[in-house]
């Protein structure tokens, strides 16, 4: 039902909850989210549903949805159990979308005296800031730019109310925000609170949050603590830069990436307009650069913590572009084949290193399939996930230990794969995967 619906909204090119099947025929699963979860055969009880667009990955999706705290308060409602993602790339305004569908076939309720708090005890990478107008209806109605949004939550049966909500810096001063209650906001539930911080949290900082109230009227109290990351230098990085520092050629696109930082890219620019260069921002740390004239200008980008970080360019009439490496599969062998050693080496692209994604190892043994996951090789089965060999920000090549002084005369001719994407089917359709080697070879 997830899937069904990221699908209708990319085909044609809209945002929502609704399906229109007279205006919009084309991928048409259902109305409405109900009839959408009813037709994929899920008896509900209970269903809601969050969409996401237009960020990197669905990492970000899910940590924009939970920034975003209206969407926060459905995902961890207590009514429903169950959880449904399903995403696409290819919304034509948008690029991802990612539909939640939550859901539960029973009535459903929390243990006894549950309280959950968001960000939870102990909390390290809490994000700094919430674009509040970016969600509707806006939880801060004017005011952008907000302090991460703090909340506290009771089993969905019940009901919460407010005494005091505050969130104190290490040395005790009390941020000013916004208490969201059903008391004073018709659109939080009646089981939640949050407090919105109406100015932008600081990096590298303990916060102390202390909730006072009364659940059905027995009195509640929580204290906890969490804790923003420690900032770091941000830096421009793409084009083969090498110290901050590029050669390319006129009339060329490639994109950079701010690393470091809040990672979010607020403003953009360059030092030399009399240098033509075109600058789309793709994401929230993604820029994408076309070069129009000759001559050197340094493109600057200045993230939500007001830290600019910056990369020298030297456009040269004519010049080709750089030739990022592509991506390659080989293998490094050693022993003899009683007692071999095989390591699988796969080089990432140079334009895709750091973006997040999955790394998959495959053994072709005729019609069998083996698949390297962290625990060893897997049986392919079409009703299970595709396991990976790692998951995370791809560095721009991984050595991956395969067999270790193993005898491999009864394994000649098993062909070993290698590759890289965001899940196994955006690997197949890029064909970022190749033939490392051949057993016995």
């Known amino acids: 039902a997830a899937r069904g619906h990221s699908n209708y909204l990319a085909l044609n090119n809209l945002t929502g909850h609704v399906q229109n099947p007279t205006q919009f025929p084309n991928g048409f699963t259902g109305s409405s989210v109900g009839t959408r979860v009813n037709a994929s055969g899920y008896r509900w009880t209970a269903v809601g549903e969050n969409i996401s667009f237009g960020l990197d990955d669905g990492f970000a999706s899910i940590d924009g949805l939970m920034t975003a705290i209206y969407h926060r308060f459905g995902l961890l409602s207590s009514r429903t159990a169950e959880v449904g993602l399903g995403a696409v790339t290819t919304h034509p305004s948008f690029g991802l979308a990612l539909t939640v569908v939550d859901a539960a076939t029973s009535s459903v309720a929390a243990p006894a005296g549950w309280v959950g708090v968001w960000p939870p005890p102990g909390y390290t990478q809490t994000p700094l800031s919430f674009d509040s107008d970016t969600e509707a209806p806006d939880p801060v109605p004017g005011q952008n730019t907000v302090g991460y949004p703090v909340s506290l939550q009771i089993d969905n049966s019940r009901n919460l ?3 005091g909500f505050t969130v104190t810096t290490p040395n005790n001063r009390e941020l000013p925000g916004r208490i969201l209650s059903r008391a004073s906001d018709a659109s939080t539930p009646q089981s939640a609170s949050a407090f919105i911080p109406t100015e932008v949290l600081q990096p590298g900082l303990v916060y102390t949050a202390r909730f006072r109230g009364t659940a059905d009227g027995l009195p509640l109290e929580r204290t906890w603590r969490f804790s923003t990351p420690m900032p770091q230098v941000p830096t421009l990085r793409g084009a083969g830069a090498v110290n901050n520092s590029a050669t390319v050629g006129t009339g060329q696109t490639f994109d950079v990436l701010l690393d470091g930082g809040s990672g979010v890219i607020r403003s953009r620019g360059q030092n030399n307009a009399t240098v033509l260069v075109q600058m789309d921002q793709l994401g929230p740390n993604r820029l994408r650069i076309t070069t129009a004239t000759a001559g050197r200008t340094t493109i600057t980008a200045t993230d939500s913590l007001g830290a600019t970080a910056s990369l020298n360019l030297n456009i040269v ?45 495959i053994a072709v043994a005729g019609s069998t399939v083996g698949l390297l996951d962290g625990n060893g090789w897997q049986a392919y089965s079409p009703a299970t996930p595709v396991p990976a060999w790692s998951f995370g920000q791809l560095p721009s090549s991984v050595l ?18 290698i590759g890289y994407g965001r899940d196994v089917n955006d690997m197949l359709i890029r064909s970022r995967f190749g033939l490392a080697h051949t057993l016995c070879r």
């Open 161 to 163: 109310a407010v005494l």
């Open 317 to 361: 009439a004519g010049a080709p572009a750089p030739t990022p490496s592509p991506m390659a599969a080989s293998a490094v062998v050693t022993g003899t084949t009683s007692a071999q050693t095989v390591n699988l080496r796969l080089q990432v692209a140079q334009s895709e290193v750091g973006d997040l994604g999955q790394v998959f190892v």
């Open 400 to 417: 991956v230990p395969v067999l270790a002084d193993l005898d491999v005369r009864s394994l000649c001719g098993v062909q070993l794969y």
